[in-house]
């Protein structure tokens, strides 16, 4: 993931706490066959440290010596690694190429903004250039990037700050914007061209360029000052060989999808046909703050152990242990040492490989306290709420935050969010939208462990239809986010996350929260429909009755109908339902009532009137066309 | 008047007035005084209910020293504000309205005339006050036991079905019968036949047989079974109507005629037997001016076949629902004496029933040449 969320210096790349030896990469022998699965995703995920993790990945790929690795890690070329590992960087094919590069533009601009505390705005347009040929541009209102690192941020395979921090951000999916310059580059021969500007005060910053692929340097095209209409933020564009597809798996969703994830964005997008879609912003705050946090014993591997032992500038094992990891109290580390035979003043230069396994070993089986879950940003009850108001034309919408937990020693978070009925296809599979990090998944639904929690859920108990093993049936949209400090993707594609038991359970228990409420809609909108049923058949024999009652006692038929409309009406009082000024209705209830809360909200959509959500919606015809859904109007109360 | 309960017993003369005579005010002021009730209700903002005694097995007892079905105090309450109520409401309120016209009107008329006359599509709905007679009906026995004026002071009466000849003279309406001069088809029974329509001005004869169905009666009158023994010959077209009920009770209590009975050998026959004798669990609550209870059950038996030497091709096997009949009708009070659970248990046993036409396999006129003469002179009959 490229980081053009500082306008400071990079900090200095790869000094990696976890995994390789990247700063040497290039000319070291492979890493170590047992090299842990973990860094291997992150490495992938983070993209930016070191291209020699890349070498060392296709090198991985392959059953070759190492010493015939290590030659041709020297020989390969940046452009010649990419070419062959398209597939891992998310350039399998024309279309995913398309996606990976707005994906990358917008996800570096989204955590670039929220860095710098900016409620984003975005500007996405794809242009078709020629057949097959098509540009991508990104704008943001972010911090901008200082001169001096333009070049290498976008310039520059593998660079970047994220990498080596255990801390909750985007850049899940494959890799930075610099790689998505070197496609373009690479297809169609133009470099990639990036106007900053940090200051109002200052001028932009407008450059061109191209990656020098033998050195993985850039390449400077074009450099020069210019003056901008924005006061501070990034603008990209990238002329790539692409193809463009309407629907799902497609730019189209993928912008879809980050509205609902990031009701804090506002986002336009000019799709390649020209259309203009807006998905106003739907909350006014930003995520809060993440934090950063240490490695938990129980989430590291040997490896990673090691790793650290041999980089930590602390001299004694117990300051070590006390000081790199989270939760290690002096009294866990004092029993550690005591376990592995030795004590907390141990030098740390002194543990040798059988040492560090004995350490390793007694830490896992130490009870240690989970980390702190601080360092999570879910999107938040109301947001998600927000999110899918503005994306999803729907009639009820639920959605519970999980409380955070952990597994493996890494703190994470579920949020599930539904969205039932209004202008849903009826006849369909509910829809599941994934999310991680707020980052849209698009692909390898099935493979993803949230894929599996939502088909194994019997969502026949919440009065939906479903065939065994699969999503239910109905008008619904499902929602699920996974956020977390490290999120275990299946692959390298990173498109599925893999399935642990404490997940899967956390999903469950969020579907099941929501899928309660979902039911208690469904039986009271069933009950509704049969109370206004009832309601009719009253109302259909009152002036019958009116006229014969008056016709023997001379009541007055006016009177008598009147009096027995009122009695219809208090009797099938569930029929009516209170319509607040925002076309919602609230249901007054003695008992309290389980939807009465502010994780649902029910909008009123009359098929047959005008647009009942015509205020929240505007008059698009576009599913996609948000209109501006005010955070107090988008919520019950 | 929704809650006032015909009590047992209270029915029948009493009500009616011994005159006989039709007191039209007073059946208003029960249509009235019922509106009003539901009108005090809807004003106390309550359910609009009217309170309907219950016609069926559960509210009627056979009261054994009579010898009749009576009627219980059970009641149901239909509110008009519940779904499996709210039609059967609102045509009760229209059919009281009508009816409460034809008081006005002085007017008597069918209950299908009435089932027309209420018959409309209701305003702004593709349906219609009343689909069918069957629905109309009921309304109107709703109504005779929630307000407790027979059918005759509602001025209502039933499709008259029968017909009757024999030595007797009547005046009907004014207009004086000889019912030994009625031809082949014999008077038509009318669906009244209240002392102030119907007098008996003198009669010879000596019993009734009541015959369950037109195409045998036809044959007793083609023969003069009646003027051979004597007798007044009756036929009611399948369950006798009211109008025939009424006739026989009157002739039984005011003539003192004994009342045999005959019909097929199945469980319908039996029952039609049972509510000529005592009354039907429907209109139980008219059971002391219809009910005969010392109609006897002159046949067929289904010991017949046998008795007669009947051929077994005439027979006809039970079919499911005979046989669920007619342990219902062996589970009736009324039919708990010994010599009826033998005969029902018998037909049962034997898993076939004898329809009247069966007796003709032997002869034309067996039946009334030979079986009816037989019975009545062995003395063969149930009661």
């Known amino acids: 993931m490229a980081d053009t969320t500082t306008a400071q210096p990079m900090t200095k790349p790869a000094t990696a706490q976890l995994g390789f030896e990247f700063s040497s990469g290039d000319r070291s022998p492979a890493p170590p066959a047992a090299r842990p699965e973990r860094n291997k995703d992150r490495d992938q995920t983070e993209a930016r440290p070191s291209k020699r993790s890349r070498g060392g990945k296709s090198t991985s790929a392959g059953p070759v010596t190492a010493e015939h690795m290590a030659t041709q890690q020297r020989e390969i070329s940046v452009s010649e690694f990419f070419a062959k590992n398209r597939h ?127 050195k993985n340097r850039p390449d400077i095209v074009h ?56 998905f106003h912003r739907g909350v006014k705050e930003l995520p809060p703050e993440t934090k950063e946090i240490k490695p938990h014993p129980h989430g590291i591997e040997l490896g990673v152990l090691m790793k650290m032992l041999k980089e930590t500038e602390c001299q004694k094992v117990g300051g070590f242990l006390q000081k790199e990891f989270s939760r290690v109290t002096s009294s866990t580390c004092k029993s550690v040492c005591k376990t592995t035979g030795i004590t907390p003043l141990t030098w740390v230069k002194q543990i040798d490989s059988q040492t560090a396994e004995r350490i390793y070993d007694a830490l896992q089986k130490s009870r240690i306290m989970a980390p702190s879950t601080d360092c999570l940003a879910p999107v938040g ?74 088909a194994d859920t019997n969502w026949r108990a919440y009065g939906l239809s479903q065939s065994a093993g699969s999503l239910p049936a109905g008008p619904l949209v499902i929602m699920v986010h996974f956020a977390s400090v490290w999120v275990p993707f299946t692959s390298e594609s990173k498109e599925a996350v893999a399935d642990y038991d404490e997940i899967r359970k956390e999903i469950r228990l969020g579907l099941q929260e929501c899928g309660r409420k979902l039911q208690t809609f469904i039986n009271r909108r069933k009950r509704t429909e049969r109370e206004g049923e009832r309601r009719s058949v009253f109302v259909r024999y009152i002036p019958e009755v009116s006229n014969a009652l008056n016709a023997i006692t001379g009541a007055g038929v006016k009177k008598l109908r009147d009096q027995l409309m009122a009695l219809a009406r208090e009797r099938t009082e569930l029929a009516d339902r209170e319509l607040d000024d925002q076309g919602r209705f609230i249901r007054k209830s003695k008992k309290r009532d389980p939807l009465e809360d502010d994780s649902t909200v029910i909008v009123e959509r009359d098929p047959g009137g005008p647009e009942a959500g015509a205020e929240l919606f505007g008059d698009d015809e576009s599913r996609m066309t948000g209109k501006v859904v005010p955070r107090k109007k988008g919520r019950r109360k | 008047m929704a809650k006032k309960v015909r009590r047992p017993g209270a029915v029948g003369e009493g009500t009616h007035g011994q005159d006989g005579r039709l007191t039209d005010t007073k059946t208003r002021d029960k249509i009235e005084a019922m509106a009003r009730m539901v009108v005090e209700q809807i004003d106390r903002a309550d359910n609009p209910t009217l309170n309907i005694p219950v016609r069926s097995l559960s509210n009627v007892a056979f009261n054994e020293k009579k010898g009749i079905i009576e009627m219980g105090d059970g009641k149901a309450a239909r509110p008009f504000f519940d779904l499996g109520n709210a039609r059967r409401f609102m045509q009760t309120m229209l059919m009281s309205s009508e009816l409460l016209k034809l008081q006005q009107q002085h007017k008597t008329t069918s209950i299908r005339d009435m089932f027309y006359h209420c018959k409309h599509t209701i305003e702004g709905a593709r349906e219609e006050t009343f689909d069918e007679q069957e629905e109309s009906d009921p309304v109107i026995e709703d109504l005779e036991v929630t307000l407790g004026a027979l059918r005759e002071e509602l001025r209502i009466f039933a499709n008259p079905e029968g017909s009757m000849v024999g030595p007797m003279t ?43 169905k037109a195409a045998i009666w036809m044959r007793f009158n083609e023969d003069r079974f009646w003027k051979t023994h004597q007798c007044m010959i009756i036929h009611g077209g399948g369950q006798p109507p009211r109008g025939v009920r009424r006739l026989c009770h009157r002739m039984a209590n005011e003539l003192g005629l004994p009342l045999y009975v005959l019909v097929d050998n199945d469980p319908w026959g039996y029952y039609i037997y049972s509510v000529v004798r005592q009354g039907s669990i429907n209109l139980a609550f008219e059971s002391s001016r219809m009910a005969v209870p010392a109609a006897r059950f002159i046949g067929m038996s289904s010991f017949d076949a046998a008795e007669f030497d009947l051929s077994a091709s005439v027979t006809i096997r039970l079919n499911d629902k005979d046989i669920v009949r007619a342990k219902e009708i062996m589970a009736y009070p009324w039919f708990a004496d010994k010599r009826w659970q033998r005969e029902i248990k018998h037909m049962l046993k034997q898993g076939v029933k004898l329809e009247l036409e069966a007796l003709s396999n032997k002869d034309f006129s067996f039946i009334a040449d030979t079986y009816v003469p037989e019975k009545l002179k062995k003395r063969k009959w149930l009661d």
């Open chain 1, 223 to 278: 450099d020069e000052a210019i003056d901008v209409d924005f006061p501070h933020g990034t603008r990209v564009e990238i002329d790539l060989v692409a193809s463009y597809v309407k629907g799902r798996q497609g730019v189209d969703e993928y912008i879809d999808q980050t509205a609902i994830a990031n009701p804090h964005a506002e986002i336009r997008y000019v799709n390649p046909t020209g259309e203009r879609l807006t």
């Open chain 1, 381 to 454: 009850t109301q947001q998600i709420l927000a999110g899918l108001l503005k994306g999803v034309k729907a009639e009820f919408y639920t959605a519970a935050t999980r409380a955070p937990t952990v597994y493996r020693g890494n703190p994470f978070q579920m949020e599930v969010g539904f969205a039932y009925g209004g202008e849903l296809p009826t006849e369909e599979t509910a829809r599941l939208i994934r999310f991680a990090n707020r980052v849209p998944l698009l692909y390898q639904q099935s493979h993803c462990s949230i894929y599996k929690a939502v």
């Open chain 1, 88 to 214: 891992l960087l998310g350039f399998d094919n024309k279309r995913k190429a398309l996606l990976t590069t707005v994906k990358e533009a917008v996800d570096n601009s989204l955590d670039a903004c929220e860095e710098a505390r900016i409620l984003p705005e975005l500007v996405v347009e794809v242009t078709q250039t020629a057949e097959e040929r098509f540009r991508v541009m990104v704008q943001d209102n972010g911090p901008g990037i200082v001169k001096e690192q333009i070049p290498n941020i976008f310039g520059k395979l593998l660079y970047g700050s994220k990498f080596h921090r255990l801390k909750m951000c985007r850049g899940q999916q494959g890799i930075g914007i610099s790689a998505a310059g070197m496609y373009g580059l690479i297809t169609t021969g133009k470099p990639l061209s990036v106007v900053s500007r940090t200051s109002s005060k200052a001028k932009a910053h407008h450059y061109k360029l191209a990656i020098d692929t033998k």
């Open chain 2, 170 to 212: 009547i005046r009907d309406t004014g207009d004086e019968i000889e019912l030994s001069r009625m031809g082949s088809g014999g008077w038509a029974v009318p669906s009244i036949v209240e002392p102030h329509v119907i007098q008996f001005v003198k009669s010879e004869a000596k019993f009734i047989l009541l015959i369950e």
